[in-house]
């Protein structure tokens, strides 16, 4: 079965600076990655996805990720912050052979950017 | 409208009661989804249905159950609600070509 690992539960950042949100994940076929954002109150949003191609993934509001197949990692990362990109941020991770188009996700990591 | 719509946004009930969260979609997509959010442990699945005679159950399934009255429609229910089951509640529909999900804005349930 598919699980993903986000080993930090918050982040801090200051305004301006790049910013990481690291992921792990592990899937015995090829994955299917996502970042999704929440901010308070809100539902998910969808940040950017992988699932062929490109190992670089661009997505929303500047946001790009990395698939790396020999770390099992999939990071997502900003050059810039932004306050208001302070939220809760998941990583998920779909096996494509498993029955079902599960959705498995992370614990999620809270951003904090400070000005 | 929203892609995905949950009703009721809110609900506080009592221990015991009979509960049931509601989802509609106009993304036309056959995969519907229920998830939890508790803090520190991510979403996590309770149920999903493929069309209106598919269901499944997830990997947190107990003391819920769900009815899928149409293609657009997948609801919800607590038989006998616990304060175990206080959480965030999310809908989701997701297309079968690889792309991610689209959430309804959840359902904050209490249960005291």
């Known amino acids: 079965a598919q699980s993903v690992a986000q080993p930090e539960d918050q982040v801090n950042v200051a305004e301006g600076n790049p910013l990481t949100v690291k992921c792990t994940y592990s899937?015995?076929?090829?994955?299917?990655l996502f970042w999704y954002v929440q901010y308070p109150n809100r539902g998910l949003q969808f940040l950017l996805k992988?699932?062929?191609?490109?190992?670089l993934v661009k997505g929303s509001y500047g946001f790009e990720a990395e698939f790396n197949k020999s770390q099992t990692s999939f990071h997502l990362k900003k050059p810039s912050a932004l306050v208001s990109d302070s939220a809760l941020y998941f990583c998920?991770?779909?096996?494509?052979?498993?029955?079902?188009?599960?959705?498995?996700f992370g614990a999620g990591t809270i951003l904090r950017v400070k000005s | 409208d929203a892609d995905v719509t949950q009703t009721p946004r809110n609900r506080i009930t009592k221990t015991g009661k009979r509960i049931m969260l509601e989802c509609s979609q106009t993304?036309?997509?056959?995969?519907m989804y229920w998830y939890r959010q508790d803090p520190g442990l991510g979403l996590r699945l309770i149920y999903y249905?493929?069309?209106?005679?598919?269901?499944n159950k997830g990997e947190i399934s107990d003391g819920y159950s769900v009815s899928r009255q149409a293609q657009a429609k997948f609801s919800l229910s607590l038989e006998s609600a616990i304060p175990n089951q206080t959480a965030l509640y999310f809908c989701?529909?997701?297309?079968?070509?690889?792309?991610?999900?689209?959430f309804g804005s959840g359902t904050r349930l209490t249960v005291v």
């Open positions: 989701a529909t997701s297309d079968p070509l690889g792309g991610g999900y689209t």
């Open positions: 899937v015995s076929g090829n994955p299917y």
């Open positions: 992988y699932i062929t191609g490109d190992n």
């Open positions: 998920a991770v779909r096996d494509p052979m498993e029955y079902g188009n599960k959705l498995v």
């Open positions: 993304k036309g997509h056959d995969r």
């Open positions: 249905s493929f069309d209106v005679k598919d269901i």
